[in-house]
């Protein structure tokens, strides 16, 4: 695993991943191996700080629930795993699978959605293959996910 220090986080991509542009513009880090085709990137959210009880603090669950919510949401047989919480350390981690049939190419890709919660922003991970290389590259799109920190 490669480290790469971004914006005040830290990330580990697998040996085969390249920092890449294009995917998306608002990420702090994007990476792909186009011979693979599989990608990924990260939107990171810094905290605003606020007080402990404040009613408008977002929790990690808020997080997702927004995203996911619009997150291709107009893709043909799109079809979302129940979300899965764990923590390490005072980080939180949520992830879960999303699928999708293209209506251009007539393929299914497969989506790692991941949220991390730190003290001091959530970061986003959204790491891509064709569904039938799911099996290939989830371990892998997991370790991404779990080497984020700041």
Same mark, same amino acid.
């Given at each position: 695993?490669?480290?790469?220090?971004?914006?005040?986080?830290?990330?580990?991509? !697998?040996?085969y991943?390249?920092?890449?542009?294009?995917?998306?513009?608002?990420?702090?880090?994007?990476?792909?191996?186009?011979?693979?085709?599989?990608?990924?990137?990260?939107?990171?959210?810094?905290?605003?700080?606020?007080?402990?009880?404040? !009613?408008s603090?977002?929790?990690?669950n808020?997080?997702?629930?927004?995203?996911?919510?619009?997150?291709l949401?107009?893709?043909?047989?799109?079809?979302?795993?129940? !979300?899965?919480n764990?923590?390490?350390?005072?980080a939180?981690?949520?992830?879960?699978?999303?699928?999708?049939?293209?209506?251009?190419?007539?393929?299914y890709?497969?989506h790692?959605?991941g949220?991390?919660?730190?003290?001091?922003?959530?970061?986003?991970?959204?790491?891509?293959?064709?569904?039938?290389n799911?099996?290939?590259y989830?371990?892998?799109?997991?370790?991404?996910?779990?080497?984020?920190?700041?």
């Amino acid at each position: 695993m490669e480290k790469y220090t971004v914006e005040e986080f830290k990330i580990s991509l !697998p040996y085969y991943m390249s920092k890449t542009g294009g995917l998306n513009n608002n990420a702090a880090i994007q990476f792909r191996n186009m011979v693979r085709d599989i990608s990924g990137y990260v939107i990171k959210e810094e905290k605003t700080v606020k007080l402990f009880d404040d !009613p408008s603090n977002k929790s990690i669950n808020d997080v997702y629930d927004e995203f996911i919510k619009d997150f291709l949401a107009s893709k043909e047989e799109r079809k979302i795993t129940s !979300p899965i919480n764990s923590t390490n350390g005072t980080a939180k981690f949520l992830c879960t699978d999303l699928t999708y049939l293209d209506d251009e190419t007539m393929i299914y890709y497969y989506h790692f959605i991941g949220i991390v919660e730190t003290s001091k922003s959530f970061y986003k991970i959204i790491c891509s293959s064709t569904l039938d290389n799911k099996n290939l590259y989830k371990k892998d799109f997991q370790k991404i996910f779990n080497s984020i920190t700041d």
